[in-house]
DNA sequence: CTAATTAAAGACTTCGTGAATCTATAATAT
DNA sequence: ATATTATAGATTCACGAAGTCTTTAATTAG
């Protein structure tokens, strides 16, 4: 059990578009650069961004993508879910004679488990992360974009 | 991101166990046949709990599986650690130009949600488990074992 | 000692999905 | 019109989960 890649880069790509200034918008070819990623591929994780909402996108010479959400706003919680859904962790799929038929035990505890997981994830914003960047990388972002 | 069944039929199998009398060993057919699943396949499963300490196996006629550790003493994570391993749900394998070089900030917040996750896990025993089942049901697995 | 029983181990198959590529197509700006 | 950029679709590839089959080893009963 391990989370995608794609997660990996949405999460960075989020963080990234963050340090840029405000109404900058930055193709899809830097984005992958920096991340080691074919553009084809990112663009795809990226499409799910913009149809979640979190970001957003124009075709065309000055087009590319940028944040549209405020970085408090954004959750890590948010963006894992836009990439890989949101069903549960664990489904017991057994027929219960052992237990009750209804509930499963054992799936309630991994399911309060994930939830404390989860409350945690949603704990933690874009923001969050932002604060912890050094203001020299975030300089260099932003006179590599200008 | 999904919990394996493997991991499913280990924590079913265990608390199986847990229920029967003490002393009581079992064969494979009988637990794979209450999971649905194949004994050639459940074999697979029980022999990880096996080398990881929990039951203990016997051949022959009278041979079979049964619990050698208090089930106050099982955590659910012992047995998901034995099953899917101990290795983190989440790697940033990037190469980072955006935060430090060794630590990358988005990665100690995705360890920081598996381990409130984990604490959970910890914290819940097998035992918790028994204390749910309805005494009725556990007369009757103890009935169709003796 | 032999036959039956049982788990363990290894090789193998199947299937689904993550990860990625390639090739259009659509939209936009100069 | 042309270049630029994202989107969508088809397709490929690799890997691991899930499971089967067969053989081997250990144990007990007769």
Same mark, same amino acid.
């Given at each position: 059990?391990?989370?995608?890649?794609?997660?990996?880069?949405?999460?960075h790509?989020i963080v990234?578009?963050?340090?840029?200034?405000p109404?900058k918008?930055?193709?899809?070819?830097?984005?992958a650069?920096?991340?080691?990623?074919?553009?084809t591929?990112?663009? +795809?994780?990226? #499409?799910? *961004?913009?149809?979640?909402?979190? @970001? &957003?996108?124009?075709t065309?010479?000055?087009?590319?993508?940028?944040?549209?959400?405020?970085? +408090?706003?954004? #959750?890590? *919680?948010?963006?894992?879910h836009? @990439? &890989?859904?949101?069903?549960s962790?664990f489904n017991?799929?057994?027929?219960?004679?052992?237990?009750d038929?209804?509930?499963?035990f054992?799936?309630?505890?991994?399911? &309060?488990?994930?939830?404390?997981?989860e409350?945690?994830?949603r704990?933690?914003?874009i923001?969050?992360?932002?604060?912890?960047?050094?203001?020299?990388?975030?300089?260099?972002?932003?006179?590599v974009?200008?």
């Open positions: 059990m391990k989370y995608s890649k794609a997660t990996n880069y949405a999460l790509t990234y578009l963050a340090l840029l200034p109404g918008t930055i193709g899809v070819k830097p984005l650069e920096a991340q080691k990623v074919s553009p591929y990112l663009s +795809k994780v990226l #499409t799910k *961004l913009v149809k979640s909402g979190f @970001i &957003e996108s124009g065309g010479v000055n087009g590319g993508y940028q944040l549209i959400k405020d970085a +408090k706003d954004i #959750t890590f *919680l948010d963006i894992i836009a @990439i &890989e859904g949101t069903t962790l017991c799929g057994l027929d219960h004679t052992i237990h038929r209804q509930n499963c054992i799936e309630k505890v991994m399911n &309060e488990a994930e939830q404390k997981m409350d945690y994830l704990s933690q914003t923001e969050h992360i932002l604060q912890k960047v050094d203001k020299n990388i975030v300089n260099r972002i932003r006179s974009v200008n």
